[in-house]
């Protein structure tokens, strides 16, 4: 079963934005929260943002103050605001549960450059 369905990447230029998107499925959505992670060319997976079933939300220093997570439960959907985005922000983006082993989405690419 797919749990996580990551949309919304693109090529965009420094300073531009970008939306994705993380649609969970209805079994896990208002039970778990949900890590986005970024995975820059080369180099491995790490989670950047953390938000729980109740809106908690927590972020890594590298995209704070230009990245908000928040959820949509009427469309069982995450979201990522991303703001201000720079070269080092380019990579594959995936989310999961942040807590429990599940498949993951195949992500969406994200690459940022002029």
Wanted: hydrophobic fraction near 30%; aromatic fraction near 10%.
């Amino acid at each position: 079963q797919v749990h996580f369905a990551e949309s919304g990447g693109g090529l965009v230029q420094p300073g531009g934005s970008l939306r994705l998107s993380c649609l969970v499925s209805e079994r896990l959505f208002r039970n778990v929260g949900i890590n986005w992670w970024r995975q820059p060319p080369g180099r491995q997976r790490k989670v950047i943002v953390s938000i729980t079933a109740h809106d908690i939300d927590s972020y890594d220093d590298s995209v704070k103050g230009r990245f908000t997570a928040f959820r949509d439960t009427s469309k069982n959907t995450v979201y990522l605001q991303m703001d201000n985005l720079t070269p080092a922000d380019t990579g594959v983006y995936y989310c999961n549960a942040m807590t429990g082993t599940w498949s993951w989405g195949q992500g969406t690419q994200v690459t940022v450059s002029s």
